[in-house]
C-alpha cells in the first residue's frame, strides 16, 4: 500500500463499554478492565492489547524524545511472558541514546477487588548484547491469568532512524493504538503505510510552534489513532509474515535551517544508493582483479557458447571457494578470499562477477532480500538489503541469474529464498532498475507409471520421473540432505506409500534429474473388488489449504507443471466398475489449473494428472478459488478405480 489511506474503523458496542470506562493514562485501569474474560472481536485472542501509545517529540537540543506506554490485558496463563519486556539502545555515547523513566503495575482482582502491584525498581537490569547494543530487561511482579500490566519507558536519541518505522500490528489484537509525532517544519518527511488493512494517519500543524531560541517555526502533527486492530499470526505458505504487518515507515528526507546556514538532505533514491554502494567496500572491490585470472583465461579460449562457459565460471568459483552459511551485502577483499578458500554470500558472487567479467562476459550485481527476511524496503536503505546475486548476459541480451554460493543451484535456477518478485539491478552510474526472479525457468516435474497386479494383489512396476529447474533443485538439495541413499529412498517410500525395491538418480550436478525406481504396492482388496488411487502415488504433500478463510496471501516456493501418468495392466478377468470422471478446474485466472483424464481399453487403464502453477503470489480475494481446487484435488486424491472380478 503506497498511499495513505483514510478509513473509519467501526467501534462495536460491546467494545464501547470498555473505551468508555478507560483511560490511556498510567496507574488509570478500570476495575472492567481487570475483570475482561475475552475480547468479543476475537474471542479466542491469548492477550489484548488494551492501549499502545507512542508520543515522538523534537526537544530544543535537537534530540528526540519518545515515550512509551503500552497497557495489556493478560486472558492466558500460557503467555505471561508478555510480563518479561526487553528494550534495546545503542551503547555508543556518541549515538546519544538512553532509556529512562522506566515504570510498571500489575493489576488483578483480589476478593472482589482491583489490587495494585507496582514493580519494584530492582526488577530493572542492564546487560551488554554486543559492543554495540545494551538491553534493558525488566519482569513485571505477580502476572497470571486475568491480570492487566502496563508500562511505561521513555527512549532519547540523536538519530532519525529511531522514528523510522511504527507498527500497529501484533499477534494479538490491539483495542486503542496511538502514536503522536510532532516535528518542526524544518524537518522534511515522507510517509509510506503497508499492511493488508487500510487504518487512519492523519497530517496537521499543531497550535503550539517548535521554538529555537528567538525563532517560532510551525510543528508539524502525524497522527495515527486507530480502534480495534486485528491480530496477525502467520499461516501456512508465507515467506515473512513483517511484509504483511500494518504501519507505516517514516522517512526524514531534510533538515533546512537557513538562519544558521544548515543544508541537510538525506533521502536516498537509487541513484543516491547506488553513489553509496560504489563508494563503499562493495564498490571497490568490484573493481578489483579477479582472482581466478589462470582459470578464467582456460575457459575464456575455449570454442564453447556463453551459457556454457558461465556454468564452467559458476563451477570454478565452486570450486575454489566454500560458502560459510553467512549471507551479507559488503564483501571482504577477493584475494584475501581466494586465499582462505571460504567466504560469504556477497564474497563468493563478488568474485564470480569479476570472473565473468575476466570472461568477457557482461554481468550485473542483483540486490535482494531473502524471502524469509521480506521484501525491499519502499525507502532505499542499505541497511535493509541483504546481499545480491549476479546477471550474466549473453551475445544476444539474454540474462542468466546465478549465485555461486549455492552449490544445487544453476542459470536461473535459484533457492526459493532467492525468488523474489521484487529485486533491484545495482547500477553505480545510474538508477537500476527493479526485475522480477519469481519465474525464471519451465519447472516440470513429470512422472510415467507403469504397474500390472500380481497373484498376491500387490502392485509391481516402475516409475520414471523427471524433474528440470527448481524441481530439480528441491530434489538435488533432499537427496543430498539426507543421511543416505537408504534414507532418501525410504522417505519416498513413506511420502508415497510403496516399497521401493530399486532406485537410481541421474543428472544431480545438472537442472535436469531423473528419478527411475521399481517398486511393489499394495491395493484394497474387498471380496470380488479391488480399490486403487487414481495416481497411485499423490501429486502433493497433503493439502495446505484446509481452512475456509485466510487472512494473508498466498506465497508457493516456485511455479511448477507436475503431471503424473499412470498405466496398469488390468489382471485377467477384471473390468472397470468404476473411476473419478475426467475433469478440468481453473482458478485464479487460468495462473493455477488442474485436470484429470482416463481412458480403458483393451485392458489397460491410463489416467494423467496435471497440476499446472504459473505465478507464485496469490491474494487473499482469490484464497476461495484457490481453496476450492485443491479441495477437488483432495477428492480426487481420496477416490479410488474400483476393478470388479467379471463373473
Given at each position: 500500500?503506497?498511499?495513505?489511506?483514510?478509513?473509519?474503523?467501526s467501534?462495536?458496542p460491546?467494545?464501547l463499554?470498555?473505551?468508555?470506562?478507560?483511560?490511556?493514562?498510567?496507574?488509570?485501569?478500570?476495575k472492567?478492565e481487570?475483570e475482561?474474560?475475552?475480547?468479543?472481536l476475537?474471542p479466542?485472542?491469548?492477550?489484548?492489547?488494551?492501549?499502545?501509545?507512542?508520543?515522538?517529540?523534537?526537544?530544543?537540543d535537537?534530540?528526540?524524545?519518545i515515550e512509551?506506554?503500552?497497557?495489556?490485558?493478560i486472558?492466558?496463563?500460557?503467555?505471561?511472558?508478555?510480563?518479561?519486556?526487553?528494550?534495546?539502545?545503542?551503547?555508543?555515547?556518541?549515538?546519544?541514546?538512553?532509556?529512562?523513566g522506566?515504570?510498571?503495575?500489575?493489576?488483578?482482582?483480589?476478593?472482589g477487588?482491583?489490587?495494585k502491584t507496582?514493580?519494584?525498581?530492582?526488577?530493572?537490569?542492564?546487560?551488554?548484547?554486543n559492543?554495540?547494543?545494551?538491553?534493558?530487561?525488566?519482569?513485571?511482579?505477580e502476572?497470571?491469568e486475568?491480570?492487566?500490566?502496563e508500562?511505561k519507558?521513555?527512549?532519547?536519541?540523536?538519530?532519525?532512524?529511531r522514528?523510522?518505522?511504527?507498527?500497529i500490528?501484533h499477534?494479538?489484537?490491539?483495542?486503542?493504538?496511538?502514536?503522536?509525532?510532532?516535528?518542526?517544519?524544518?524537518?522534511?518527511?515522507?510517509?509510506?503505510?503497508r499492511?493488508?488493512?487500510?487504518f487512519?494517519?492523519?497530517?496537521?500543524?499543531?497550535?503550539?510552534?517548535?521554538?529555537?531560541?528567538n525563532?517560532?517555526?510551525?510543528?508539524?502533527?502525524?497522527s495515527c489513532?486507530?480502534?480495534?486492530?486485528p491480530?496477525?499470526?502467520?499461516?501456512?505458505?508465507v515467506w515473512?509474515?513483517?511484509?504483511?504487518?500494518?504501519g507505516?515507515?517514516?522517512e526524514?528526507?531534510?533538515?533546512?535551517?537557513?538562519?544558521?546556514?544548515?543544508?541537510?538532505?538525506?533521502?536516498?533514491?537509487?541513484?543516491?544508493?547506488n553513489?553509496?554502494?560504489?563508494?563503499?567496500?562493495?564498490g571497490?572491490?568490484?573493481?578489483?582483479?579477479?582472482?581466478?585470472?589462470?582459470?578464467?583465461k582456460?575457459?575464456?579460449?575455449?570454442?564453447?557458447?556463453?551459457?556454457?562457459?558461465m556454468r564452467?565460471?559458476?563451477?570454478?568459483?565452486?570450486?575454489?571457494?566454500?560458502?560459510?552459511?553467512?549471507?551479507?551485502?559488503?564483501?571482504?577483499?577477493?584475494s584475501?578470499?581466494?586465499?582462505?578458500?571460504?567466504?560469504?554470500?556477497?564474497?563468493i558472487?563478488?568474485?564470480?562477477?569479476?570472473?565473468?567479467?575476466?570472461?568477457?562476459?557482461?554481468?550485473?550485481?542483483?540486490?535482494l532480500?531473502?524471502?524469509?527476511?521480506?521484501?525491499?524496503?519502499?525507502f532505499?536503505?542499505?541497511?535493509?538489503?541483504?546481499?545480491?546475486?549476479?546477471?550474466a548476459?549473453?551475445?544476444?541480451g539474454?540474462?542468466?541469474?546465478?549465485?555461486?554460493?549455492?552449490?544445487?543451484?544453476?542459470?536461473?535456477?535459484?533457492?526459493?529464498?532467492?525468488?523474489?518478485?521484487?529485486?533491484?539491478?545495482?547500477?553505480?552510474?545510474?538508477?537500476?532498475?527493479w526485475?522480477?526472479?519469481?519465474n525464471?525457468?519451465?519447472?516440470?516435474?513429470?512422472?510415467?507409471?507403469?504397474?500390472?497386479?500380481?497373484?498376491?494383489?500387490?502392485?509391481?512396476?516402475?516409475?520414471?520421473?523427471?524433474?528440470?529447474?527448481?524441481?530439480?533443485?528441491?530434489?538435488?538439495?533432499?537427496?543430498?540432505?539426507?543421511?543416505?541413499?537408504?534414507?532418501f529412498?525410504?522417505?519416498?517410500?513413506?511420502?508415497?506409500?510403496?516399497?521401493?525395491?530399486?532406485?537410481?538418480?541421474?543428472?544431480?550436478?545438472?537442472?535436469?534429474?531423473?528419478?527411475?525406481?521399481?517398486?511393489?504396492?499394495?491395493?484394497?482388496?474387498?471380496g470380488?473388488?479391488?480399490?486403487?488411487?487414481?495416481?497411485?502415488?499423490?501429486?502433493?504433500?497433503?493439502n495446505?489449504?484446509?481452512?475456509?478463510?485466510?487472512?494473508?496471501?498466498?506465497?508457493?516456493?516456485?511455479?511448477?507443471?507436475?503431471?503424473?501418468?499412470f498405466?496398469?495392466?488390468?489382471?485377467?478377468?477384471?473390468?472397470?466398475?468404476?473411476?473419478?470422471?475426467?475433469?478440468i478446474y481453473?482458478?485464479?485466472?487460468?495462473d493455477?489449473?488442474?485436470?484429470?483424464l482416463?481412458t480403458?481399453?483393451?485392458?489397460?487403464?491410463?489416467?494423467?494428472?496435471?497440476?499446472t502453477?504459473?505465478?507464485?503470489i496469490?491474494?487473499t480475494?482469490?484464497?476461495p478459488e484457490?481453496?476450492?481446487?485443491?479441495?477437488?484435488?483432495?477428492?480426487?486424491?481420496?477416490?479410488?478405480?474400483?476393478?470388479?472380478?467379471?463373473e
Open positions: 500500500m503506497n498511499k495513505l489511506l483514510l478509513i473509519t474503523l467501534l462495536l460491546s467494545i463499554s470498555v473505551a468508555q470506562e478507560s483511560s490511556a493514562k498510567f496507574g488509570k485501569v478500570s472492567q481487570v475482561m474474560t475475552t475480547y468479543k476475537e479466542q485472542a491469548e492477550a489484548l492489547y488494551i492501549y499502545e501509545k507512542e508520543d515522538v517529540s523534537y526537544l530544543s535537537f534530540s528526540i524524545l512509551v506506554y503500552k497497557r495489556i490485558k486472558f492466558s496463563k500460557d503467555i505471561t511472558n508478555l510480563a518479561d519486556i526487553e528494550l534495546s539502545y545503542l551503547s555508543d555515547p556518541d549515538a546519544g541514546e538512553s532509556i529512562k522506566i515504570a510498571a503495575n500489575t493489576y488483578n482482582i483480589v476478593d477487588k482491583v489490587v507496582p514493580m519494584p525498581k530492582k526488577n530493572i537490569y542492564t546487560e551488554k548484547a559492543e554495540y547494543v545494551n538491553l534493558i530487561k525488566f519482569s513485571l511482579p502476572v497470571r486475568g491480570s492487566v500490566i508500562y519507558y521513555k527512549i532519547r536519541a540523536k538519530s532519525f532512524s522514528i523510522s518505522e511504527f507498527n500490528q499477534s494479538f489484537p490491539v483495542l486503542h493504538s496511538l502514536i503522536d509525532i510532532r516535528l518542526p517544519g524544518f524537518i522534511g518527511f515522507t510517509l509510506n503505510s499492511g493488508l488493512k487500510p487512519i494517519i492523519d497530517q496537521s500543524y499543531s497550535d503550539s510552534p517548535f521554538r529555537s531560541g525563532i517560532a517555526y510551525p510543528m508539524k502533527l502525524i489513532h486507530n480502534d480495534n486492530i491480530s496477525i499470526t502467520n499461516e501456512p505458505m515473512c509474515l513483517s511484509d504483511f504487518i500494518m507505516f515507515d517514516l526524514v528526507n531534510s533538515f533546512v535551517l537557513p538562519e544558521a546556514n544548515i543544508y541537510k538532505y538525506y533521502s536516498l533514491d537509487w541513484d543516491k544508493l553513489s553509496t554502494i560504489a563508494e563503499s567496500d562493495l571497490r572491490y568490484q573493481k578489483a582483479k579477479n582472482p581466478l585470472s589462470m582459470g578464467v582456460e575457459i575464456r579460449e575455449k570454442d564453447i557458447t556463453d551459457t556454457e562457459k564452467e565460471i559458476l563451477d570454478l568459483v565452486r570450486k575454489n571457494i566454500s560458502f560459510n552459511n553467512k549471507v551479507r551485502l559488503i564483501p571482504d577483499s577477493p584475501t578470499v581466494l586465499h582462505n578458500g571460504i567466504g560469504d554470500m556477497a564474497d558472487n563478488n568474485i564470480l562477477s569479476l570472473a565473468l567479467r575476466d570472461c568477457g562476459i557482461r554481468n550485473d550485481l542483483i540486490l532480500n531473502l524471502r524469509s527476511e521480506g521484501r525491499l524496503p519502499f532505499p536503505s542499505l541497511d535493509k538489503i541483504n546481499t545480491f546475486i549476479v546477471c548476459y549473453d551475445s544476444k539474454n540474462a542468466y541469474y546465478m549465485d555461486a554460493s549455492d552449490k544445487y543451484s544453476d542459470l536461473n535456477v535459484l533457492s526459493p529464498e532467492l525468488c523474489v518478485d521484487k529485486a533491484r539491478i545495482y547500477d553505480p552510474n545510474g538508477t537500476g532498475n526485475v522480477n526472479l519469481s525464471l525457468a519451465d519447472n516440470f516435474d513429470r512422472t510415467i507409471i507403469t504397474a500390472t497386479l500380481n497373484e498376491d494383489g500387490k502392485l509391481q512396476g516402475h516409475l520414471n520421473r523427471v524433474m528440470t529447474n527448481q524441481n530439480a533443485y528441491i530434489t538435488k538439495r533432499t537427496y543430498n540432505a539426507a543421511d543416505s541413499e537408504d534414507a529412498k525410504e522417505r519416498l517410500e513413506s511420502n508415497w506409500g510403496i516399497t521401493a525395491d530399486s532406485l537410481s538418480l541421474s543428472g544431480l550436478s545438472t537442472s535436469k534429474v531423473n528419478e527411475y525406481l521399481s517398486f511393489t504396492a499394495e491395493t484394497e482388496y474387498a470380488d473388488y479391488i480399490y486403487i488411487k487414481p495416481t497411485l502415488i499423490p501429486i502433493i504433500e497433503g495446505p489449504f484446509t481452512t475456509q478463510d485466510r487472512k494473508l496471501p498466498v506465497e508457493f516456493s516456485n511455479t511448477d507443471n507436475t503431471i503424473i501418468q498405466n496398469l495392466a488390468l489382471p485377467e478377468g477384471f473390468i472397470v466398475e468404476d473411476m473419478p470422471s475426467s475433469c481453473s482458478a485464479c485466472g487460468g493455477i489449473t488442474l485436470s484429470f482416463n480403458s481399453k483393451n485392458g489397460q487403464l491410463m489416467t494423467k494428472t496435471s497440476l502453477l504459473k505465478r507464485l496469490f491474494s480475494s482469490e484464497y484457490i481453496n476450492q481446487l485443491f479441495g477437488k484435488l483432495a477428492e480426487l486424491t481420496s477416490s479410488r478405480i474400483v476393478l470388479k472380478k467379471e
